[in-house]
């Protein structure tokens, strides 16, 4: 589906109330949009990891205007259906990115703490040492 919105009239023909009853739930499906505006930036958030992170954002259930509860869950499965046709999992997508040598590199090295406490006294001597 194209937008949020279309998924929202979607939700409130399959489970009553109105399409603004679920638009922040599809919203927040498809916020990552704004940062890649292809179908790649689904990857962040449609599969099963997604979905059960969306319920703990928005709560179990929710109620719409008809004044019936309605399980998050099961409309974020509908939002990630419409447009994948299935759930996938994080292992889904992630193993299908490229590695690149970037990802690996670091030039932050922890330090032990012994190592961090022997550098801090001998800066201190050192320091003393100077007056």
């Given at each position: ?6 998924h929202a009239?979607?939700?409130a023909r399959?489970f009553?109330?109105?399409?603004e009853?679920?638009l922040?739930?599809h919203?927040w499906f498809?916020?990552?949009?704004a940062h890649l505006?292809?179908?790649r930036?689904?990857?962040?958030r449609h ?7 969306c319920?703990?954002i928005?709560?179990a259930?929710?109620?719409n205007s008809?004044?019936?509860q309605?399980?998050v869950r099961t409309?974020g499965?509908?939002?990630?259906k419409?447009?994948?046709g299935?759930i ?7 193993q299908h990115i490229?590695?690149q040598?970037?990802?690996g ?5 922890p ?6 406490s022997?550098?801090s ?9 100077m007056?």
């Amino acid at each position: 589906m194209a937008h949020p919105y279309h998924h929202a009239v979607r939700s409130a023909r399959l489970f009553g109330g109105t399409p603004e009853d679920y638009l922040a739930i599809h919203d927040w499906f498809d916020e990552s949009k704004a940062h890649l505006a292809d179908v790649r930036h689904r990857a962040l958030r449609h599969h099963s990891e997604g979905i059960f992170l969306c319920e703990a954002i928005f709560g179990a259930t929710l109620t719409n205007s008809a004044g019936k509860q309605v399980p998050v869950r099961t409309v974020g499965e509908q939002h990630v259906k419409d447009d994948l046709g299935w759930i996938p999992s994080v292992k889904d997508w992630l193993q299908h990115i490229e590695l690149q040598p970037w990802m690996g590199r670091t030039p932050f090295r922890p330090q032990m703490e012994t190592s961090a406490s022997a550098a801090s006294a001998e800066h201190e001597a050192s320091d003393i040492r100077m007056t």
